[in-house]
């Protein structure tokens, strides 16, 4: 190899590295906080956050349960990981229903070989799917998917019975620009502000048990 040749590599690794962890318009630590209604009744609040991690970013969701919803012992947890090219690498959700019980998802990205998801049921029983399809987000990643790819309008998301594929629909209106995936009984809409940082004002999503609508209320823009 030519004189310096290691480190003509190392510059062109290192440049590569720094195109790859391409930049986003939401700050490292962000947390943001929203007011959560069901029906037209305040349930709780939903918190959000971004960090990034070795090798791309965390995105956490969790439900602070208040009221109607704190009794019922309604209950909803995610987190994900994705890699620089932002799908998800790992992801998985904890959702307990009333009257129905606690369903776990675990889903992870297999290098060069698909991806897969185990799903455990309220009654300890489990069930299994895979995908060949490795270009995947979810219900968590999808909402800053969008905010760093806005052109988006194909997405396969993770889901309890199997992969959902389908078409974003686009909804402009309001000063606002919003995007939703529905498929079967999952449903997930975002509404996002127009300007460099593209926050999400307005959450809606849902399975059988209804539409729930998260509204910011705050914003800390992290460290």
């Known amino acids: 190899m030519f004189r310096g040749g290691w480190w003509f590599l190392f510059l062109l ?10 930049p986003v318009p939401w ?19 939903l918190y959000l956050s971004a960090d990034p991690v070795e090798g791309g970013w965390r995105f956490r969701l969790k439900l602070e349960p208040t009221g109607l919803a704190q009794a019922l ?3 909803l947890e995610s987190e994900s990981q994705v890699g620089y090219d932002f799908f998800t690498d790992r992801f998985w959700q904890t959702l307990t229903e009333p009257l129905k019980g606690t369903t776990r998802l675990v889903f992870e990205r297999q290098e060069n070989n698909g991806s897969w998801a185990r799903v455990t049921h309220p009654d300890g029983k489990q069930s299994s799917w895979s995908s060949s399809n490795e270009e995947v987000v979810d219900q968590v990643s999808l909402i800053y998917y969008l905010r760093h790819r806005p052109e988006t309008r194909l997405v396969h998301a993770v889901d309890y019975p199997k992969l959902a594929q389908g078409r974003l629909e686009y909804l402009p209106g309001n000063g606002l620009v919003g995007y939703r995936f529905a498929r079967e009984d999952l449903l997930v809409e975002v509404w996002y502000r127009q300007d460099a940082r593209r926050t999400p004002v307005r959450i809606i999503f849902g399975r059988d048990f209804g539409r729930l609508e998260a509204t910011l209320i705050e914003s800390n823009n992290g460290r």
Not at 13 to 22: E, P, R, Y
Not at 27 to 45: C, D, F, H, I
């Open 27 to 45: 700050p490292a630590g962000e947390r943001l906080t929203y007011n959560l209604s069901w029906q037209g009744l305040g349930v709780g609040k």
């Open 13 to 22: 690794g290192s440049l590569g590295s720094l195109a790859w962890a391409q």
């Open 73 to 75: 012992g309604y209950g």
